[in-house]
């Protein structure tokens, strides 16, 4: 386990003075009919197997379990302190050259961190959290798509207090990714090695009536670029089986300061149109990446429409269809069994300095959520197949996964 630094050292001193001060009143009430409040534990313990086969390059293959452990003291005076472990051990397919998947840490070795340890305080509905956390916004979240989510060190602000909105403000100065055990600056995290930057982002969600909301987002990543994004999303039902939901996002970014990623100016356009029927969707989905520079997205999951299982399809100039069906299978009484599948086809430039070879996707997901006495044991088989155009030196590739996830929480 990597050990913190002083700063560190001092907030979680003052962590456990609260929890020690706390537990006098932890009591829900002088009534001995109530029951004794002691927090939250959350446990969630996950395995997962990852193979990806290359044409050319050496394949990955992992095995792994972990999950984390979390827990939260009840709420004191309006405060609350939170701390997770997170750890990824490895069992069999670990060779060391067969590494780099995302699940285990370098050389395939496992590794253990103390991803969150917050102090929350509120007021009303606005809340304010303190230190290492989960986030969840379109360029800067927790991405849980591997044994661990990332996590970040940040100085949050949310609240709910105004009716129809939701407002958010975080100042976040590290991150730590799926398989570190230490945290990093956000400026390192994307690839701006020696440099200490942090990024303070703002962002406002209005929700006018149900199934409505527009959200708008700015990220300032000092000397390092800016980011305004914005999303739509409505859903119109036209009887009780069949319903339409309308999305657009549009966003851009820009270098400011220094600079330390060098000078770009792109941005992305996308619009999505899902068909409900009963336990069948269908998503037809459009994204445009502008020609001057790659999407720059170190922090989170992409969020564009187009995001796909392995390509984000986000490189300069690429324009990207996809389509997908999904089925949950309900509707013919399995309770707990659905699945999906997403296609994608991308084109991109095929001369200059952004030529990049055109790309196609396939994947396939089965969930299965197992019901009543093992409530929160859920099993995804996932596989994806990758063909890019070898004219311009892609390479095809193949993704199979298997995770098994049984969250706890007590």
């Not at 069999?92 to 103390?114: M, R, S």
């Not at 701006?192 to 982002?201: D, L, Q, R, S, Y």
């Amino acid at each position: 386990m990597e050990f913190p630094n002083t700063h560190f050292n001092s907030l979680l001193i003052a962590m456990i003075l609260l929890i020690t001060l706390a537990a006098p009143g932890v009591h829900a009430s002088d009534d001995p009919g109530k029951k004794l409040d002691i927090g939250k534990f959350d446990l969630n313990i996950r395995s997962y197997y990852i193979k990806r086969s290359y044409g050319t390059a050496s394949p990955q293959e992992s095995l792994a379990v972990g999950g984390w452990l979390g827990y939260q003291t009840p709420w004191w005076h309006n405060l609350m302190v939170g701390v997770t472990v997170f750890t990824s051990q490895g069992l069999i397919f670990t060779d060391q050259d067969k590494g780099g998947a995302g699940i285990l840490g370098p050389q395939q070795n496992g590794y253990t961190a103390l991803g969150d340890a917050y102090l929350k305080g509120k007021v009303s509905k606005t809340e304010l959290t303190v230190f290492r956390q989960e986030l969840d916004t379109p360029f800067i979240n927790a991405h849980d798509v591997r044994m661990t989510p990332n996590t970040f060190e940040a100085y949050t602000i949310t609240s709910k207090d105004l009716p129809l909105f939701t407002l958010l403000a975080s100042h976040i100065t590290k991150i730590k990714p799926w398989t570190d055990t230490s945290f990093e600056s956000m400026s390192a995290a994307a690839g701006c090695a020696g440099t200490n930057e942090p990024v303070t982002m703002a962002g406002v969600v209005f929700e006018p009536a149900k199934n409505y909301k527009l959200q708008l987002w700015e990220y300032y990543g000092y000397n390092l670029m800016n980011i305004i994004y914005a999303r739509g999303d409505g859903e119109w039902k036209y009887n009780n089986d069949l319903a339409f939901v309308t999305s657009v996002q549009i966003f851009n970014q820009q270098d400011v300061g220094n600079a330390l990623a060098g000078s770009f100016n792109t941005s992305m356009v996308g619009v999505q149109e899902i068909i409900k029927w009963k336990g069948l969707g269908l998503t037809f989905a459009y994204t445009a990446t502008s020609n001057d520079h790659d999407i720059i997205n170190p922090w989170a999951g992409y969020p564009g429409f187009t995001s796909v299982i392995v390509k984000d399809n986000n490189r300069a100039g690429e324009n990207t269809w996809l389509a997908g069906l999904s089925y949950d299978f309900s509707s013919l009484g399995i309770n707990g069994l659905s699945a999906f599948s997403n296609f994608t086809d991308s084109s991109t430039p095929k001369t200059g300095l952004r030529a990049s070879p055109s790309q196609n996707e396939l994947d396939f997901t089965v969930d299965y959520r197992f019901q009543k006495l093992l409530d929160g044991l859920w099993i995804r088989l996932r596989t994806a197949f990758i063909t890019q155009d070898k004219s311009m030196g892609g390479q095809d590739m193949q993704d199979y996964r298997v995770i098994v996830n049984y969250r706890i929480p007590f």
